[in-house]
């Protein structure tokens, strides 16, 4: 499936630029995704995630699946941000 340029970044939404659906709405999104993926008999599925906040969504949508038979792996790839110091 393609990526999702948009996630769960409330504790960063006044940073001028930043974009956020929720935590909600988040949830919302991925289990449409994961449905419609479902319905094609998709029954693992493998989300590669670049920011912390949205892992209380993607375990929200893990745990739902898990109830229908399914598994959801979430690998996480957090990137530090630094000032270069010199020119």
């Known amino acids: 499936a393609p990526t ?3 996630g769960a970044t409330n504790t960063i939404y006044g940073c001028p630029g930043t974009i956020t659906i ?3 709405g988040l949830i ?3 289990t449409k995704v994961c449905d419609c993926l479902y319905r094609y ?3 693992k599925f ?3 995630n670049g920011h912390g906040g ?3 969504a993607i375990e929200q949508v893990g745990m739902e699946l898990h109830k229908k038979g399914a598994w ?3 690998l996480l790839k957090l ?3 630094g000032r270069r110091t010199s020119p």
């Open 72 to 74: 959801l792996a979430c």
């Open 22 to 24: 929720g935590t909600d």
């Open 4 to 6: 999702i340029p948009y």
């Open 41 to 43: 008999g998709f029954r």
């Open 28 to 30: 919302m999104l991925l």
């Open 79 to 81: 990137v530090a941000h």
């Open 54 to 56: 949205n892992c209380k």
């Open 46 to 48: 493998i989300i590669l």
